[in-house]
């Protein structure tokens, strides 16, 4: 399998692996927000606030609508989400690949807080190694 033709886990694969944590584990706070259009899922993004930092462990926007500001706008909503849980910043990791994904992440403000770093995408076996890059933004 090619890493370029499995970089970006289809849509439907995000939302069956974020199904199951969608109740939290009483030590962290997991919100899962899907935008639809016409009864379709588009997009998805989720925040897990862990005390005062939080993460953005995904942001998926159905390509055929980058660039309309959809993805802005999930991101703003976990980031809201995040601020409510009483977190005082934020991180997520992005491959250091995905360059459209780096550039929009640094338009609105997010750090590269350190040196790339491997590892499975999702933590899953059968996916192979990737290069992630660690992004932050105080909230």
Do not use: K
Not at 9 to 25: K, S, V
Request: net charge negative; charged share 25%.
């Amino acid at each position: 399998m090619h890493l370029e033709a499995r970089a970006l886990l289809a849509l439907a694969e995000r939302r069956d692996y974020w199904a199951p944590l969608l109740g939290g584990t009483g030590q962290t706070a997991t919100v899962v927000r899907i935008a639809e259009q016409d009864g379709q899922v588009v997009g998805l993004v989720s925040s897990v606030a862990r005390v005062s930092e939080g993460e953005v462990p995904a942001l998926h926007v159905d390509p055929l609508l980058h660039g309309r500001g959809l993805g802005r706008r999930l991101l703003d909503a976990a980031l809201d989400d995040l601020r409510y849980a009483g977190c005082r910043s934020a991180w997520l990791t992005v491959l250091s690949v995905n360059r459209a994904a780096i550039a929009f992440y640094e338009h609105l403000g997010w750090t590269a807080d350190g040196l790339p770093f491997w590892e499975r995408m999702d933590g899953l076996d059968e996916l192979p190694l990737v290069e992630l890059v660690r992004y932050r933004l105080a909230l």
